[in-house]
Nanobody
Framework: QVQVVESGGGLVQAGGSLRLSCVAS????????MDWYRQAPGKQRELVAT???????IYADSVKGRFTISRDNPGNTAYLQMSSLKPEDTAVYYC???????????????WGQGTQVTVSS
């Protein structure tokens, strides 16, 4: 089994900051990409940021310059530092880990349960 658990969401005023954490644990041989997605009420889930095993990053245009994704050295924990938050950043934020469970196994995606981020104006 593989578990992905997010934490760090909450209520913050516009212009404020939050740091989200995502931990992948369980039967894991290696982790490739770790991503943060978000879903606002009535909208589709969208990719916010990606970090590869090698540390390369990709950001949605809407968060470039405000959000920073990072990963710890073992590679099983990802962070999303969010600054200059706007009301339109309000959403449930989900972490996805692309995991290989054995040396010969395929890569599969695992999702967390989500953490709510609410930005008040």
């Amino acid at each position: 089994q593989v578990q992905v658990v997010e934490s760090g969401g909450g209520l913050v005023q516009a212009g404020g900051s939050l740091r989200l954490s995502c931990v992948a644990s369980g039967s894991i041989f290696s982790i490739n990409d770790m991503d943060w997605y978000r879903q606002a009420p009535g909208k589709q889930r969208e990719l916010v940021a990606t970090i590869t095993r090698g540390g390369s990053t990709i950001y949605a245009d809407s968060v470039k310059g405000r959000f920073t994704i990072s990963r710890d050295n073992p590679g099983n924990t990802a962070y999303l530092q969010m600054s200059s938050l706007k009301p339109e950043d309000t959403a449930v934020y989900y972490c996805r880990a692309v995991v290989q469970r054995s040396r010969s196994g395929i890569f599969q995606q695992y999702w967390g349960q989500g953490t709510q981020v609410t930005v008040s104006s």
